[in-house]
């Protein structure tokens, strides 16, 4: 147990959370130790953790600050922030939902109810595109990048600033999303090298280009009520539904993706167990282009991350 989590020595403060439940604590470290232990009970394996960000988060303190004052003594409207917080963790919201933002690959994103929260195994699809640059020498190069299914604009994002000469477009159906994702680019000094175009997938047209990066929804529609609280009951459905078997979004970009990426690199996230299925919808419409080559890509976890298909002209 470190300093900022010791247990309450001085008279608390009590605050009210939205469902009522009193949330008492003087002090930072009383805070931190009132919430890991209300989450330890429910059971949360990140309780520590989930009770540090969201004290960090309803305080503005910073990590620094919470390790080495933990006695600083709470206002009365972060103690009434933190009980908020704190049933808002306790009804199952993730800490990123609550707080509004995810770091993704160093970054910190905006995120709201319209988009998915980003999920660090796909960084995996970063490091794939990252990894193909660097050995075609194409870091500096202006390259252009499509990602279909944007959300956050996570995946977009991330690689225009990595890749300082490129630029690119990214697809998604809800407009509500590609305000955030917009949003993000205009925070991470990218906006100039960004569109965002609402649309079903790749039903109309697109120019061609040389990434193309997607984590379109694949969970199996009847799945979906057994996923955990925190992604079933707040990531939304539209980012989830792969359909019956988990496949339709795979099937309806496979025609399009020769045309869309004649030559360069194609890059779908994918479920655990779909690599070869996806593969061979993916082969299936890539049969008469001269060459096509295939890799399957694990994420730091040992699981399957990622289809990545090199198209050649
Ligand atoms: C799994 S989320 C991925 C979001 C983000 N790229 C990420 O990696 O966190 C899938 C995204 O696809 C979008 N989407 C769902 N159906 C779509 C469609 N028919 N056309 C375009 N985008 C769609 C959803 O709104 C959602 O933002």
């Known amino acids: 147990m470190s300093k900022s989590d010791t247990p ?72 009434a922030r933190i009980a908020r917080y704190q049933q808002q963790r306790l009804g199952r919201e993730p800490v990123s939902r609550i707080l509004g933002h995810r770091d993704f690959y160093g970054r910190s994103f905006k995120i709201s109810p319209a988009t998915l929260d980003p999920r660090p195994e796909t960084e995996t699809l970063i490091e794939c595109v990252l990894d193909y640059a660097k050995a075609n020498d194409l870091l500096q190069k202006p390259l252009r990048i499509i990602d279909v299914g944007t959300g956050s604009g996570n995946l977009l994002l991330t690689l225009l600033a990595e890749l300082p000469n490129a630029s690119g477009v990214g697809i998604d159906i809800s407009p509500a999303a590609l305000k955030v994702a917009n949003d993000n680019a205009s925070r991470l000094g990218v906006l100039e090298r960004a569109t965002f175009q609402c649309q079903d997938g790749l039903q109309e047209p ?10 379109p929804p694949y969970i199996v529609r009847d799945h979906i009520p057994e996923l955990a609280p925190e992604v079933r009951d707040f990531d939304p459905h539209l980012a989830l539904d792969g359909g019956e078997d988990g496949l339709a979004f795979y099937r309806e970009m496979a025609p399009h993706i020769t045309s869309v990426i004649p030559a360069g690199l194609a890059v779908f996230e994918i479920g655990y167990d779909q690599g070869d299925e996806v593969v061979d919808i993916l082969k299936s419409h890539t049969q008469g282009h001269r060459t096509v080559q295939f890799e399957v890509k694990k994420d730091l976890a040992g699981h399957q991350r990622c289809v990545a298909l090199q198209t050649l002209s």
């Open 206 to 215: 697109v120019e061609s280009f040389d990434i193309f990066v997607s984590n």
């Open 8 to 79: 309450p020595e001085s008279t608390p403060k009590a605050a009210t959370g939205t469902k009522g439940a009193t949330f008492i604590a003087q002090t930072l470290s009383q805070a931190v130790y009132t919430l890991w232990r209300s989450f330890d009970e429910a059971g949360f394996e990140t309780a520590r953790l989930d009770a540090r960000l969201l004290v960090i988060g309803a305080t503005g303190v910073s990590r620094e600050a919470l390790l080495q004052t933990p006695e600083m003594v709470l206002t009365e409207d972060q103690c």
